[in-house]
Structures are given as structure tokens and as C-alpha cells.
């Protein structure tokens, strides 16, 4: 019985092993009208995980909503990611999608990379919203991890009025 104990919970110890050095993602947007139904996302990827790298993302464009897909990522990002965007085609259907490959290091445990751009046309009604996405092994293809992106927060109106109110008060001072 012991030893049936001992198995199990090595068993399981093994199993858990590799969420130990696993990547969290954390894919976050701001969004930004261009004018008619054409819309700029820049993406800010951050790996909230322990020890390993992010070395390629995967963002998925519903087939439905999007269409139009334009790399936009400026140098110096752009030379140190192999970017790959591939049309979503509702006649198949088929989702489409925007990939980013590491060049060089990828994005190590607590790091961030900002402005991953991409724009698009939006079909749908209102304003985009968020999006599928994966971390992918370049090696294997396995999903280390998949989540949705997420608006970066704006700021307030209470906020904005605060910090104008203290602005113009340190203004009088001033006189």
C-alpha cells in the first residue's frame, strides 16, 4: 500500500513539475480608431511566469469581425520579430491570424514588449474587443498557455478632473 502511495505521488509530482517553469502570458491592447471602420490594435506582450521564455505568440481575428489585416510594428521591434499575418476568410470559415516569432531572445520572466501593431477593418458593430491568443513552443507547436487579450485601462474621468484640479491649484499658487 505504501508503495502504491509513493508511486502516486510521484506520479503526480512529475506532472506538476513543468507548471513550475511555466509561461504565463499576458497580452494586453490599446485600441485606436483610423477612420471609417478601420482600427489599429498595438499589442504589449509580458510573460508573468517563472523562468521561460516567450518566443512566439499567436493572436487570433474572428473570421466574422475582422478583416484587412496589416502588419504595422515599427523597427526596432519589427527587425527583432519574424511577423506573419494571415487573412481570416469567412467563405471557408476560417479565423485568421497575427503570429510574432522571436529573432532574438523572446521575452524572458517578468519582461514586457510593447508595440506589436496590427490594423485591420472591423465588420462588426461597436468597438473591438478582445481576442483569443496562444503562446506557442516554436520547436513542438504546443500551446504553453492561451487567454484573451485585455484594453489597457484609460485613465478616469475622476482621475483626469483630479489631476486638473491640481494642476490649476498649483498654477494660482504659483501667482
Known sequence: MTRRICLILA???LDISPCLAE???EISYELTALGDDRWLYEYSVTNAGTDAVID???IWFDDQYYANIVIETALPLSGQWSELAIEPEPWVPHDGFYDAFSLTN????GDSVVGFSVSFDWRGSGVPEGQPFEVVDPVSFDT?????TVAVPEPTYALLLTLASLASGRGCRRR
Do not use: D, K, R
Request: net charge negative; charged share 5%; hydrophobic share 50%.
Open 106 to 109: 523572446g521575452i524572458g520572466a
Open 23 to 25: 509561461v504565463v502570458g
Open 144 to 148: 504553453l498557455c492561451s487567454g484573451w
Open 56 to 58: 512566439e505568440f499567436t
Open 11 to 13: 506520479v503526480i509530482c
